[in-house]
């Protein structure tokens, strides 16, 4: 996946305009069209800035092994009770199905410590988890690569 995809969709991910984005940047909206449209660059001082506002880095955002899932794209399929799919504490899991490659699905729980958490599952087997910045049901950021089997 290329960058002016990750930026469109990490961008849609936060329920954000092409102007609110810019905003935030202190940049043109102009300047956020062309670098989701893939007309220019962003240079490298507004690439670190960009992984900062979505809470990425610079590798995530430009290594184009590396997915960006269109979250607003899934919808919630299933609630998994905690005693049938966590033995550590985790709470129900809240199991959302729609774009994700393999066949997997995105889970978002609760951990035995409180915090928020999503994980992608493929069968029984979770092969990516990250700590949630937003409560389950609001957007973040997810990148899975494509290379997994």
Known sequence: MT????LRILRENNEWTQKEVAEK?????SAVQK??????????????RIA???DSDID??????????????????????????SMNGDSDHVVF?????YGAMLHRFTNAAGDPYSAI??????????????PPGNSQRI??????T
């Open 3 to 6: 960058l002016p995809e990750k």
């Open 25 to 29: 940047l202190d940049v043109t909206e």
């Open 35 to 48: 670098w989701e449209t893939g007309k220019n660059e962003p240079p490298v001082s507004e690439l670190k």
């Open 52 to 54: 900062v506002l979505y």
């Open 60 to 85: 995530e955002l430009t290594d184009d092994n590396r997915e960006v899932v269109n979250i607003n794209g899934l919808m919630e399929v299933e609630t998994i009770p905690a005693e049938v799919c």
């Open 97 to 101: 199905a729609g774009g994700l490659k």
């Open 121 to 134: 599952y493929r069968s029984c087997h979770e092969f990516a988890s990250c700590e949630c910045k937003s």
């Open 143 to 148: 990148l899975v690569r494509q290379d997994q």
